[in-house]
């Protein structure tokens, strides 16, 4: 198996949709772009939040088992994926490439 490398590459916030529909939160993301991670084995890294890895860990868990080529050529290097946490405020989007 293969291991995964998570890079945060952007994160943004809407506070137009947070003003408009998010209540007062006193603590949000820790991400920080630039930040990596390295997943083994198909895991979650330690200090991924459980939410940005509910988005990609099939995408992480492909690639660490050598597969790729997500939607017949989306990506320009087929071993790696684009993806974005879930969080509709503060959307984290993450490089996912395979390690040799």
Not at 54 to 78: I, R
Request: with cysteine; proline share 4%.
């Amino acid at each position: 198996m293969k291991k995964v490398k998570i890079t945060a590459i952007r994160k943004v916030w809407y506070q137009d949709l947070s003003a408009k529909y998010e209540n007062p939160i006193e603590h949000s993301c820790d991400i920080e772009e630039g930040q990596i991670f390295v997943s083994c084995e198909g895991q979650k890294p330690e200090g991924l939040c459980d939410s940005a890895w509910e988005s990609m860990q099939t995408f992480v868990k492909e690639l660490a088992n050598g597969g790729g080529n997500f939607f017949d050529g989306w990506m320009k290097n087929p071993h790696s994926a684009m993806i974005s946490c879930n969080d509709g405020f503060r959307p984290v989007s993450f490089l996912l490439e395979t390690m040799e």
